[in-house]
């Protein structure tokens, strides 16, 4: 099983350069999370809905504490397109589930990301909210993004936001 982890971890963060934050213009802050206690999260960050590269680096942040922090600065006024995945491993499959989004964030503001996975539903929601003086509050912006961005591949709008195991043992991964 660790194996297995290895062999997703070296996947998911192969070719994957770190975001990051904009060194000028205007900007908001962005923290990223997961729900709950089970599983782990990876947070990309992308420059369109057509999954095109970010100039600013791909890889945002994961749970298992390999990019940083997860609250940074991002670009406002332009949209920002992210995609978040939730993995757990478990007997010989990695569960997976990634959603991906876009929002334009306001200068000053602040956003919350959450990913949530419901296992029993075969489904999982990425929710961006803003942080405001009297709580969180929905982005008019919001949108779920057409394609799924997920590492170099576009996955098109078939897998977002539904789970895609993957399977296998030792050093043999099928998908």
């Given at each position: 099983?660790?194996?297995?982890?290895?062999?997703?971890?070296?996947?998911?963060?192969?070719?994957?350069?770190?975001?990051q934050?904009?060194?000028?213009?205007?900007?908001?802050?962005?923290?990223?999370?997961?729900?709950g206690?089970?599983?782990?999260?990876?947070?990309?960050?992308?420059?369109?809905?057509?999954c095109?590269?970010?100039?600013?680096?791909?890889?945002?942040?994961?749970?298992?504490?390999?990019?940083?922090?997860?609250?940074?600065?991002?670009?406002?006024?332009?949209?920002?397109?992210?995609?978040?995945?939730?993995?757990?491993?478990?007997?010989?499959?990695?569960?997976?589930?990634?959603?991906?989004?876009?929002?334009?964030?306001?200068?000053?503001?602040?956003?919350?990301?959450?990913?949530?996975?419901?296992?029993?539903?075969?489904?999982?929601?990425?929710?961006?909210?803003?942080?405001?003086?009297?709580?969180?509050?929905?982005?008019?912006?919001?949108?779920?993004?057409?394609?799924?961005?997920?590492?170099?591949?576009?996955?098109?709008?078939?897998?977002?936001?539904?789970?895609?195991?993957?399977?296998?043992?030792?050093?043999?991964?099928?998908?």
């Amino acid at each position: 099983m660790k194996e297995l982890a290895a062999i997703i971890g070296a996947a998911v963060l192969s070719g994957c350069a770190a975001y990051q934050p904009p060194t000028s213009g205007s900007t908001a802050t962005l923290t990223v999370q997961k729900a709950g206690e089970e599983g782990g999260a990876q947070f990309y960050v992308y420059k369109d809905g057509r999954c095109s590269a970010n100039p600013g680096g791909r890889f945002f942040y994961t749970t298992s504490g390999t990019a940083g922090e997860p609250t940074k600065k991002i670009a406002a006024g332009q949209e920002l397109v992210l995609t978040g995945t939730w993995t757990k491993s478990g007997l010989g499959v990695a569960y997976q589930c990634s959603e991906t989004v876009s929002f334009v964030p306001e200068e000053g503001k602040t956003y919350i990301a959450t990913i949530a996975a419901d296992m029993a539903a075969n489904r999982c929601t990425l929710g961006v909210e803003e942080l405001a003086a009297g709580g969180k509050r929905p982005v008019a912006s919001y949108r779920k993004n057409e394609n799924l961005c997920y590492g170099p591949d576009n996955l098109g709008p078939r897998l977002n936001g539904v789970f895609n195991n993957i399977q296998g043992g030792g050093t043999t991964v099928v998908r």
